[in-house]
């Protein structure tokens, strides 16, 4: 069953020109406003792609997510905590057969606000596998890994890796064993 606009959620994102940068709105907009762009959904793509269209000056954009604004909500905010929210409000917990679910986040953020801060990304190796499957002129298009034309460099632009800091990096070494047969690393690149 639709819902109409102004029963959802929404978050506006309006690039004000003489601000230089995106203001964020939680509410829902006037019913006559105007926006440049309408973005469906204010998980990680969406938010992701109306943070890109806000960046230029004089752009105005609507993004509508079904769930709430959970920013303040220490469910999600806490690692160890996060599988509180699963089947709970913030999950479309949707059904599959033999009676089991599909988790994805029913708020601001999507399924990024409920996955316990997971963030991962297939070998370079299985993304040229996946793009050998494809027809001769097909893969020029660039869904390999390649570094200049392929796949990394979309996800180079979807992302901003912050390092660990001295902090984080003594509370890492105290929670990890060091004399185990399985490692765990931050992968360097090797050019």
């Known amino acids: 069953?639709?819902?109409?606009?102004?029963?959802?959620?929404?978050?506006a994102l309006l690039a004000l020109p003489h601000l230089g940068h995106a203001s964020i709105v939680t509410s829902t907009p006037p019913n006559h406003a105007h926006f440049d762009f309408v973005v469906i959904g204010g998980g990680t793509a969406g938010l992701a792609l109306a943070a890109r269209l806000s960046g230029h000056p004089g752009i105005s954009v609507?993004?509508?997510e079904a769930g709430r604004d959970n920013r303040t909500d220490a469910a999600t905010q806490s690692l160890l905590e996060f599988g509180g929210?699963?089947?709970?409000?913030?999950?479309?917990?949707?059904a599959t057969a033999e009676g089991r679910t599909i988790d994805g986040g029913k708020t601001l953020g999507g399924s990024s606000s409920i996955n316990?801060?997971?963030w991962t990304r297939g070998q370079d190796a299985q993304y040229?596998?996946?793009?050998?499957?494809l027809e001769p002129e097909e893969r020029a298009v660039g869904w390999?890994?390649?570094?200049?034309?392929g796949l990394l460099h979309y996800m180079q632009k979807s992302e901003t890796f912050h390092a660990p800091d001295a902090l984080?990096?003594?509370?890492?070494?105290?929670?990890?064993?060091v004399a185990t047969p399985v490692f765990l690393a931050l992968k360097s690149?090797?050019?």
């Open 62 to 64: 609507l993004t509508i």
């Open 144 to 149: 390999g890994w390649s570094e200049d034309s």
């Open 116 to 118: 316990g801060a997971a």
């Open 168 to 177: 984080q990096r003594a509370q890492l070494n105290a929670s990890h064993s």
């Open 128 to 133: 040229d596998a996946w793009n050998a499957l």
């Open 189 to 191: 690149r090797q050019k």
């Open 1 to 11: 069953m639709a819902r109409p606009l102004a029963l959802c959620a929404a978050l």
């Open 85 to 94: 929210v699963l089947g709970g409000p913030l999950d479309w917990s949707w």
